[in-house]
């Protein structure tokens, strides 16, 4: 029971086209899990599969170990990426709609929209229409309808975009308080800074298949490959310094600056090897910085994804 | 259920709400009511207006022939050449000159007669002048075969078989096209019902489509929910507007008439004959002789509880069946424009009904084609509605032509309910493709 959703095997296909194989997912309860992949890899159509819109040919899906059934769809709130509104429907109206259709009683939907309203700062726009509105002022709209009947699992796909960075901010911080308060997020989204900054968990999918999931910190833990950057200052000419490395280890990108006789490069170093390659570098002159390079989500993305094509 | 209600509800406001929708429906009697009065109108002050001819008389066979009625008075002019008569009919304003020259006998007199006008004259004036003609013409040739013109009234005459029932019931002549003609009224109601609302359901689903709420509306209901609820809630909007079109025009008509002084007893009466049920009223209160009486009970003896319960069977079957195509079509295109290609297909059927029902089961409600077309799921309510004016069993339509067309229907209703509700699935989330038709077989099976 520590996971809210759990895929088992779970393949699509849209008459010849193959949109999921053999999907196994397992989505920790209260953490944002970032499900990345390229243009039509098929993340929409998971995400649809779990939002019961469209139904898998084979393999089931588990919420809070039941499966997936129509009792559901009241705990999940989903966020398109193509999303909008009734465009000459008034704001208060609209979104009573949407949340009465997702179970929410009438007086009840009232008094949490006020609430967000007056949270998200959107003022007296109830009994204005959405095509009088600006597109962040919708997306607000939008983002409080997804959240208004409190699921239990955020499904949000792409997420900030039509914000402005102010907005953008503000949305992200009020994910972040969703998580605090105990809701399990799923976040879909190509920007790889905000996968960073947000989820604990990702799985990579890439042309139907699912080629790498876990945790972030183990993910990056695992492609590291111990390369350094390292910022020496030496006394003397560099020269006999980067030959008598280059002995020992696989430099790249070296670049010398007279003025400061500063010497920066990367190196490979093999498997525990930090302490030795520091007491080499300790003799040759004075270490300005020497640090790991941590491979960022989006190296990873890129790296698996071309791996994957050059297989 | 619950849900749906919500739908159906959301629906219903906002077509009701809809600008054009309240003017359509506020303005279109008032319109409506203003043709008529306006057509009424227009042939009264065409009735009352007279046109003056000239006539150049230079021969003696006619010289009391030309009498003025209500519409044509005639100017005789005498001792003028046809030169100065025509200067000066043309000068007096007159419609025309008539010239009639002189000859030696009447034959040729005839032949030589001219009508000069302005424009080409109106048929109604030609025919009355040639009338004169035919008539004097005739005159002369009986009085030379010695026949007197009493004796050629005596001859001439139409000749009308009398018709009856096997029981000995005097049968009514046209009934049968009244008859059609008043289950054609129902039937033409529903496919006027059809492509004005099949069409507002497609631009609904269109407008979810580009609007892209559609996503955020069907991660918490069924699809098909949200087409049923569709149909539903705009079907219901269209009931209350012919509602109030049916209640307002016939008020303002009762207004109109009564202030106005327009007699619609006698617009209705000639060409159209019985095609409508106010027909049939106005025929009950045009005059008592012993046909009219004849009309009137015959068409008191339309099954009309059978006739509107099964025009409320038919419509809302056909409806469904129709509105889920069309709901079906708007879910698989981006933009209107690109429906024409799947709109043909269901017009034509409905198209064919009216046509195939004015013309076969006006003459022959029981005939093979009328049978066909009744039992035929996509044309029996219009056509099936034709012929059930006739009853059911003996002399109407045979109690299983009834019962197999329902069932069709019915059958036909799940098939293409569940069919379209497959497109719809499909459809809503697709975009920036003009689909086909093999694409949308495709996506049944997906």
Redesign the interface.
Known sequence: MNHILVAENVSKK??EHTALSNISLEIPKNCIYGLLGPNGAGKTTLI?II????HPDTGAVYFNGKPLGPEH?AT?G???E????????KVGEQAL??A???GLSKTEAKKRLKYWFERLEIGDWWNKKIQELSKGMAQKI?FI?TVLHEPELLIFDEPFSGFDPINANRIKDEILELKERGTSIIFSTHRMESVEELCEYIALLHKSEKILDGKLSDIKKAYKNNIFNVGLKLPMEKNGTLASLQEKYTITDQEYNEKENQLNFTMQLPDEHTTAALDLLKAKGNINHFNEVIPSANDIFIQTVNAKINE | MN?LK??IK?EYL?KVR?KSFVVMTFLSPVLMVGMIVLIAYLAKLNDSESRAIAVLNQSDYFSNSFNATETISYIEFTKLDLETARDSALAMGSYGLLYVPKSENLEATTEGVVLYTKESPVSYILNTLETIFQNRLRQSRLTKLGVSSKAFAHIEQEFEINTATFEGEQNVKGINEIKAGIGGAFGYLIMMFIIIYGGFVMRSVI??KT???I???????K?FQLMLGKIIGTSLAGITQFAIWIFSASLLLLVATFFMDIDLAALSAGPAMGSNAIGGVSQLQAGMDSDMQLYAAEILKIPWLLLICSFVLYFVLGYLIYSSIYAAIGAAVDNETDTQQFIFPIILPLMLAIYVGFFSVFSNPHGPIAVGFSLFPLTSPIVMLMRLPGGIGEGGVPLWQFLVSILVLIITFLAIVWLAAKIYRVGI?M?GKKPTYRELY?WL??
């Not at chain 1, 939002?51 to 469209?54: A, E, G, P, W």
């Not at chain 1, 193509?82 to 429907?89: F, H, P, Q, V």
């Open positions: 849209f008459g649809r939002n019961q819109i469209t769809i999940i989903y966020l398109p193509e999303r909008g509104l009734y465009k000459s429907m709609y949407l009465q259709l997702k939008q309808v | 849900k919500l739908i959301r906002a809809n407008e979810e609007t892209r709420i996503e955020v509306i069907i991660s918490s209901v699809p989330l975009y495709k099976k997906y």
